[in-house]
């Protein structure tokens, strides 16, 4: 697990320069944050080893709210999304936010930060 | 000649509507502080308006008052940390405390000022929002008392909601283009006085507004 805190120094060193983005975001309305700091088992072989699991990007320790990011091609967001719905299935009681790319886009208009040319700013 | 609803989409609520949904909401509150008298305290720029059409329609004595923060990209926001530019002029200790917001989105915003307002122990504290948008919400255990509309996840402008600081004048709320918001920067920006016409803007879309 890799965890921080609101405003303190070394982020760990993110996948996604979307991630470090939103880490940035947490720590200016002073949130508290930890990055990846779970894997949830999705799927096993027939010797009980873990073939396919979820990592959720954030845990917000102080709101009990896991957040994944998803800012890929839409492929991939499918895919995470039958991956998300096998987490809800398998994890009840976990709560968890997605923000597609959409979401995130339009999360840093609203800061100002949306990236020059982007089309895809406003939901069709 | 420049059309002045050229970044305007479509309007979300028109100008009665948010007209008849604060009136709803002022009842409300003048229901709840009956033989009180509330301290409404609204965060520049965005909920001036509808904290000034609230307060003029409320039926029990209030005070008001500013907050103002700077907000996460802004050049004022370098320090990395949400910081307050202006704070309020009176105490609020054992008041009852309103929070007028123009729109609760994330969360994170109405948060941060809920937990700086609770540290200075007032008797009681309230949010009141006009807008509502809970797609996003991150601080999904927020407790909205007054909630006017629940909007969609769209981008909007007016009544006190800005693109760049523009558009906040216009007396209804609407959905700003796409294409404005990809170029960066507004291309027409109506006036007061042109928005005031929705024929120019085609019918308001009253299927979008969740009272």
Not at chain 1, 51 to 74: A, G, M, R, V, W
Not at chain 2, 6 to 24: M, P
Not at chain 2, 153 to 170: I, Q
Request: hydrophobic share 40%.
């Amino acid at each position: 697990m890799r965890s921080r805190s609101p405003a303190g120094d070394g982020h760990p060193r993110f996948a996604h320069a979307s991630e470090a983005e939103f880490a940035r975001i947490l720590d200016f309305y002073g949130v508290r944050w930890e990055y990846e700091p779970r894997s949830f088992p999705l799927r096993w072989d027939a010797r009980g080893r873990a073939i396919e699991s979820f990592n959720p990007d954030f845990y917000l320790p102080d709101l009990n709210l896991y957040i994944e990011l998803t800012t890929l091609k839409q492929s991939l967001v499918t895919k995470k999304n039958r991956k998300l719905r096998r987490l809800r299935e398998l994890y009840p009681d976990i709560n968890v936010k997605i923000f597609y790319g959409r979401d995130y886009r339009q999360l840093l208009l609203k800061y100002g930060m949306a990236p020059a040319g982007d089309r895809q700013l406003a939901p069709r | 000649m420049t059309d002045p609803f050229a970044d305007i989409q479509e309007i979300l609520f028109t100008e009665e509507q948010i007209t008849g949904r604060v009136r709803e909401l002022a009842a409300a509150i003048s229901r709840d502080y009956a033989g009180r008298a509330p301290l409404l305290v609204s965060v520049l720029k965005g909920a001036v308006y509808f904290l000034t059409d609230l307060t003029r329609a409320l039926a029990v004595p209030v005070e008001i008052d500013f907050m103002a923060i700077t907000t996460y990209g802004s050049a004022k926001a370098q320090s990395g940390v949400v910081r307050l530019i202006k704070d309020l002029d009176v105490e609020i200790t054992g008041r009852d405390v309103v929070l007028v917001e123009d729109i609760i989105d994330t969360g994170l915003t109405a948060g941060y000022l809920l937990r700086l307002l609770q540290a200075r122990a007032p008797a009681s504290l309230r949010i009141c929002t006009l807008l509502d948008r809970p797609y996003r919400r991150i601080l999904e255990t927020l407790d909205i008392a007054y909630r006017g509309f629940e909007v969609p996840d769209r981008f909007l402008v007016g009544y006190g909601l800005d693109y760049r600081e523009r558009y906040r004048h216009l007396p209804f709320i609407g959905v700003l283009k796409n294409e404005v918001l990809a170029a960066g920067a507004p291309a027409a920006p109506p006036t007061a006085r042109d928005a005031a016409s929705p024929s120019a803007a085609g019918p308001p879309d009253a299927g979008a507004a969740e009272p």
